[in-house]
Nanobody
Framework: QVQLVESGGGLVQAGGSLRLSCAAS????????MGWFRQAPGKEREFVAA????????YYADSVKGRFTISRDNVKNTAYLQMNSLKPEDTAVYYC????????????????????WGQGTQVTVSS
């Protein structure tokens, strides 16, 4: 089992950057694939990015490709989401999640693949 705590959210102007962190408890962080999802008011939760256990493979939603970068540090038990060139439509609560199994891109983009979730951090991008 793993507990996840997100941080780094806040208010930023369009075009700005933020880096979200997801700190995981326990000594088995490297056995989990990690994902980032977001949910805007009145909308369903959507996939943002994912990274496999070793950090060698990453996946992105088309809407953030080229602007966001997911990474992880298995020594620090932390996953990151670097968000650049932020747009007002990126405004949402961002959640990190951990998946204990593995698969291809279709697996990592499904929220049902993730058993553990953080509490979320708010990101607001002003125009």
């Amino acid at each position: 089992q793993v507990q996840l705590v997100e941080s780094g959210g806040g208010l930023v102007q369009a075009g700005g950057s933020l880096r979200l962190s997801c700190a995981a408890s326990g000594r088995t962080f490297s056995t989990y694939a990690m994902g980032w999802f977001r949910q805007a008011p009145g909308k369903e939760r959507e996939f943002v990015a994912a990274i496999n256990r070793g950090g060698s493979m990453s996946y992105y939603a088309d809407s953030v490709k080229g602007r966001f970068t997911i990474s992880r540090d298995n020594v620090k038990n932390t996953a990151y989401l670097q968000m650049n060139s932020l747009k007002p439509e990126d405004t949402a609560v961002y959640y990190c999640a951990a998946a204990s199994s593995y698969g291809g891109s279709s697996y990592y983009t499904r929220d049902l693949s993730y058993a553990y979730w953080g509490q979320g951090t708010q990101v607001t991008v002003s125009s």
